[in-house]
C-alpha cells in the first residue's frame, strides 16, 4: 500500500510506493534535532516526486552526503535524498505524511551528533 506526504503549503508533494512504516529513526545531530525530523529510508526507485520539483531548494552541511530538500515556500522538509550501502536513497520526514501515526512508530534513536 503506498503513502503520500507534502510540504505544509502543499506545493510539494510526494508518493512512496511502499507499505507505512512501524519504525523509524530519531537522530540528535544539529540539522535534524533543530528540526524535530522522524526519518524512514526507502529506495529511490520507490518515491515519486509528484509535485513541486520548481519549489524545492538544496541544503548541505557537514560532509555534504545528505541533499536536503526543502519547499521555498514554506521551509519545510518533507525528504532528502541520500545514498546508503544498498544505493540512492530517500529519507522520508514522516512528520509530513498525515496517514502516519508518529506516536505509534517504534524510534530508533541515532546518535547523529557524535558522527
Not at 11 to 23: L, R, Y
Not at 43 to 72: M, V
Not at 91 to 98: E, K, S, Y
Amino acid at each position: 500500500m503506498a503513502y503520500e506526504g507534502s510540504c505544509h503549503c502543499g506545493a510539494v508533494t510526494f508518493s512512496v510506493a511502499a507499505d507505512i512504516p512501524t519504525e523509524a529513526m530519531s537522530c540528535n545531530c544539529s540539522h535534524c534535532s533543530r528540526k524535530g525530523f522522524v526519518l524512514a529510508f526507502v529506495p529511490t526507485d520507490q518515491f515519486t516526486l509528484e509535485s513541486g520539483a520548481d519549489h524545492l531548494t538544496d541544503y548541505l552541511f557537514y560532509k555534504h552526503a545528505i541533499t536536503h530538500q526543502f519547499c521555498r515556500s514554506c521551509g519545510t522538509e518533507a525528504f532528502a535524498l541520500g545514498k546508503s550501502p544498498q544505493g540512492d536513497m530517500r529519507a522520508i520526514n514522516l512528520r509530513c505524511v498525515p496517514s502516519v501515526d508518529i506516536d505509534a512508530l517504534t524510534i530508533q534513536k541515532v546518535d547523529g551528533a557524535r558522527f
